[in-house]
């Protein structure tokens, strides 16, 4: 099998807890996080009593790198839309939105497909601010929305200017086959509990398919194994991630840690290194966003289609 050239995917998720609300200390877990180049950090539930887009707006202020992903806990897609728009500027493009499951997969693509035309309500050059003229903003480069549809009805444009990153990494956690067919459509991260690996490799197989079948590359769908290094010895885990990495049964791991900085550091200072010393893992970050950090490209506004093509496909036929 040829070796992998492209870069082993490690995310950092913390697990909650019922401590009094502490940000020095989920500070100290971010800057933990990125000082050992993780793609991105999250939490499994909201810390404390934080709403996870106003903590990861904080934690944007006190990192510069690392991705941010955040489940909002306001199911209409104009919020969803505006506050991960939001934080995506706060963190000049390290938003990603973890996408909570829904029962009803029609009110979830439309739900989706909102929250897109939403992000593509502005072109990213829309914005003149000329004081001289008093052009604010160049009218041809609105796309006004005005949709009634049968779980939403949504008017638009949004009242943010286009994010960096285009749209805001979307990052899915699978739990059933409605949420399969959703997110093969429409996802850049799945993230899946851990399998053995002929289960990894068969499903990473049929998921790239399947994307592939829709249009996709699949390259631009990465998936991450949840992972929990607790009881390992470092060798075992490098071990681990090469064997699921190069044979193809994953793109990356999300390496679940307590909240406390002791177990990520150690991660950091045992794990790393010999991740890095096998080529698989990068000594910095290679970009300032997000999509940057997994090689993803940058989504082209599909309203302005005729100047610049959509390169994935916003809608289900």
Known sequence: MTRRTDPLIVGACFTANTRRPDFERLKALARSAERGTFAALSFTEPPEQFEALTLMSALAAVTERIGLIATPNDPEPYHIARKLASLDHLSNGRAAWGVASEPSSQRANERHDLVNDLWDSWDDDAFIRDKASGRYFDPGKLHT???KGEHFSVRGPLNVPRPPQGHP???HTLASEADTALTIRVA???IVEYRDLPAAQAFYHDIKQRAAALGRNPEHLKILTTVNPLGSTPYDIAEHFEQGFQTRA???FNVLFPDSTDAIDTFIEHV???LQHRGLLRHG????TLREHLGL???SNRFSASILPVTEPAHAS
Do not use: A, T
């Not at 970050?285 to 300032?288: F, K, P, T, V």
């Open 285 to 288: 970050y290679s970009g300032s």
């Open 188 to 190: 850049d991260v799945i």
């Open 250 to 252: 994953c793109d990356g």
């Open 145 to 147: 929305l005005n949709h």
């Open 297 to 299: 490209p940058r989504p």
């Open 272 to 274: 790393i290194p010999l």
């Open 169 to 171: 990494l979307r990052v």
